[in-house]
């Protein structure tokens, strides 16, 4: 199977902002499976290959894959999901592109390319976690 999934999201957020949504464990535990208590985030750390891994003990789902390609308009994951019930077949990639708003907040298009045997599960869940992205609210402040 070789569909892709696209899903649009205007977000009041930054794209720095969207960014950090992304990559900071604390910050995506509120949108990215906030109601599943074990949920362990290692994420990439915005650089080409590296590895990224989101799992839990209690629901037997891990998700899994390598940063493909990052910049300041968005980055490139593969995304593999196995569970207690199915293994995943082929490997998917999921794409989000950024795109800074006039006046603030930014446009999200997520694509999700998908290659494996585990599609209608995995894009029925984007939407609802998607809306739960859009609703954070999140101000990050730059050290120097």
Not at 6 to 29: E, K, N, Q, Y
Not at 118 to 127: F, I, N
Request: overall charge negative.
């Amino acid at each position: 199977m070789n569909l892709d999934y696209i899903f649009h999201r205007r977000l009041r957020m930054s794209v720095s902002d969207v960014v950090v949504a992304w990559t900071d464990p604390r910050v995506m535990s509120e949108w990215f499976w906030p109601h599943i208590d074990d949920v362990s985030y290692d994420l990439p750390r915005r650089g080409r290959g590296d590895a990224y891994r989101i799992s839990s003990a209690s629901t037997g789902v891990t998700i899994s894959g390598t940063c493909l390609h990052w910049d300041q308009h968005g980055f490139d994951l593969t995304w593999r999901v196995d569970g207690a019930d199915f293994v995943q077949e082929g490997l998917d990639t999921l794409s989000v592109r950024l795109l800074p708003i006039e006046g603030g907040g930014c446009e999200l298009v997520l694509t999700y390319a998908v290659n494996s045997n585990v599609a209608e599960h995995l894009t029925r869940m984007w939407d609802p976690t998607l809306d739960r992205l859009a609703a954070l609210q999140i101000t990050t402040k730059r050290v120097a």
